[in-house]
T-cell receptor
Framework: GENVEQHPSTLSVQEGDSAVIKCTYS??????FPWYKQELGKGPQLIID?????GEKKDQRIAVTLNKTAKHFSLHITETQPEDSAVYFC????????????FGKGTTLSVSS | DVKVTQSSRYLVKRTGEKVFLECVQD?????MFWYRQDPGLGLRLIYF???????EKGDIPEGYSVSREKKERFSLILESASTNQTSMYLC?????????FGPGTRLTVL
């Protein structure tokens, strides 16, 4: 089955710096790659996703890149703010009926002002 | 927006008790999931369902069962709770990839 590795497990940056979180996946059939943000005491919230027919997607300060050949994808946050501090999870799936997201172990991002 | 609700935010049970965790979604989603979240281990899939009365085992189904009698409701059952089932339990639903999560139930088994 699918296996997703996520690095780093913790990341500390200064406000205004960029943050990059990287994930690799094992199943070449996976074609859907979402990123979730989880704030303390809440469930994970989808922040951006990318499908395998796209190499990059951007939404304001957040961008995701996908390299299908190397089977890795990354989350980029620019101009970080203290409210970006949270746990971020990457996930992968085949995105067809009867399949589920498989998650990485998470990255705790701390943005200090 | 999809709303996924879980019956309890916090739950404390005794070892050996039968525990029911209830989840309801309001967007007519076909797929529903139960994940368990533990520090350093991320989100691990327990069971999921892609249709009423259908269920599939995830990565860690041992000690759990599920029930989906109606499309909007997916229940996780701990037949005989054990201390190693103390965890955060997250329910989710999806239609075509995009998966929405509930707020979670923090279960403590004493």
């Amino acid at each position: 089955g699918e296996n997703v590795e996520q690095h780093p497990s913790t990341l500390s940056v200064q406000e205004g710096d960029s943050a990059v979180i990287k994930c690799t996946y094992s199943d070449s059939a996976s074609n859907y790659f979402p990123w979730y943000k989880q704030e303390l005491g809440k469930g994970p919230q989808l922040i951006i996703d990318i499908r395998s027919n796209v190499g990059e997607k951007k939404d304001q300060r957040i961008a995701v890149t996908l390299n299908k050949t190397a089977k890795h994808f990354s989350l980029h946050i620019t101009e970080t703010q203290p409210e970006d501090s949270a746990v971020y999870f990457c996930a992968a799936s085949i995105n067809q009926a009867g399949t589920a997201l498989i998650f990485g172990k998470g990255t705790t991002l701390s943005v200090s002002s | 927006d999809v709303k996924v609700t879980q019956s309890s935010r916090y739950l404390v049970k005794r070892t050996g008790e039968k525990v029911f965790l209830e989840c309801v979604q309001d967007m007519d989603h076909e797929n529903m999931f139960w994940y368990r979240q533990d520090p350093g281990l991320g989100l691990r899939l327990i069971y999921f369902s892609y249709d009423v009365k259908m269920k599939e085992k995830g990565d860690i189904p041992e000690g759990y069962s599920v029930s989906r009698e109606k499309k909007e409701r997916f229940s996780l059952i701990l037949e005989s709770a054990s201390t190693n089932q103390t965890s955060m339990y997250l329910c989710a639903s999806s239609l075509s990839g995009s998966t929405a999560f509930g707020p979670g139930t923090r279960l403590t088994v004493l």
